[in-house]
């Protein structure tokens, strides 16, 4: 296991070792569990998304990127980009792959690292999910990470995560749309093969929008969070888990609602090709939880094992790098 010089109150390997980790159970669903999920996916289908993308913004690494806005369950209106190949327009150019890119508790100010994709001849739209900085912002939706993460918990049918899983739902709605060649044209000809990459946040809002949308053929999940709740009750951090672990303790009967945004049990009705990539070491997102997420996949699943989230080390540069070249290699043998 590493040892990390840190300043933390508390062991951010929460004194497990890989065997430990590997061996951490998923939740049990609640009997109506994938009844939930499923009517959840069905409304989100049924939006019109009526995307609309607009100037280039940037241009880098054989891809262009534009702003985009789609619409997304409750008419709210979700704003990203939509990265292109550089040498066609959306209506013709000639993409081959494409991708839905969430981004961790926080938000996002820009495409940042996703760009470039896993695989050449790509594209991808990376929503900025409701309440989230910088293109997420909504009126009564707060955009800090421990703020947001208790809006409407009182409620299955109100909380947040719900809504901003259907933003994901959504935009790959809004992408299919964009890019016609993505199902084999205009018409439609063949099912959608689409690739999924999620982070921290946007791993545990991932592990729970993927069983239930046979749009997905494979995904990566990095660091994932929300993995085994009442384990993660019991596990100081320095996310946003915090927050609802505080929460818990004033409203206990709140875990009646978290049993159905576990992302560990989500994942036991995950059967896509799944490359998770949880750490050894985080503050912020205790690894007993991401490795839950991992453990519980019900398909096809590969480990890579990081040594620290969450956390700027000596070796971060080199993680990022075999990571990168790992995703590679898994949409290469994964995705058509």
């Not at 049924?46 to 369950?73: F, I, L, M, N, Q």
């Not at 760009?115 to 009564?140: F, I, K, N, Q, Y």
């Not at 809504?163 to 993505?182: F, H, Q, R, T």
């Amino acid at each position: 296991m590493p040892a990390f010089s840190h300043d933390f109150p508390f062991d951010p390997a929460y004194g497990h070792t890989l065997d430990d980790l590997l061996a951490v159970p998923a939740p049990p669903a609640p009997a109506d569990f994938a009844a939930f999920w499923r009517a959840r996916h069905e409304a989100a289908r049924a939006v019109p998304t009526a995307p609309v993308v607009g100037p280039v913004e940037e241009v880098r690494d054989g891809v262009r990127v534009h702003g985009v806005t789609y619409t997304s369950v409750g008419g709210v209106r979700v704003g990203g980009w939509l990265v292109l190949p550089d040498d066609g327009p959306v209506e013709h150019g000639p993409v081959e792959h494409g991708f839905v890119v969430g981004h961790g508790y926080g938000g996002r100010d820009e495409p940042g690292p996703d760009v470039p994709l896993p695989l050449p001849r790509s594209a991808a739209l990376l929503p900025c999910v409701r309440g989230m900085e910088t293109r997420g912002r909504r009126p009564g939706i707060p955009s800090r990470a421990d703020e947001h993460v208790l809006h409407g918990i009182g409620s299955r049918d109100t909380y947040v995560l719900a809504d901003c899983v259907a933003d994901l739902w959504c935009a790959a709605s809004a992408l299919l749309e964009l890019v016609p060649g993505l199902t084999g044209g205009d018409g439609g000809e063949r099912q959608p093969s689409l690739g999924y990459l999620g982070e921290s946040f946007g791993g545990g809002l991932g592990a729970l929008a993927l069983p239930w949308d046979d749009r997905f053929a494979a995904a990566q999940l990095t660091v994932p969070t929300f993995g085994n709740h009442p384990l993660r009750l019991t596990l100081p951090c320095v996310g946003s888990g915090e927050a609802v672990r505080a929460y818990h303790r004033e409203h206990p009967e709140v875990t009646g609602v978290l049993r159905y945004f576990d992302a560990a049990t989500a994942a036991t009705y995950l059967r896509v090709p799944t490359l998770t990539a949880p750490a050894l070491f985080d503050p912020s997102v205790p690894p007993p939880g991401q490795f839950a997420v991992h453990n519980a996949i019900a398909g096809p699943r590969e480990l890579h094992v990081l040594e620290a989230g969450h956390f700027a080390y000596e070796g971060t540069e080199r993680e990022t790098k075999a990571l990168r070249d790992a995703r590679e290699r898994f949409f290469a043998e994964h995705l058509d």
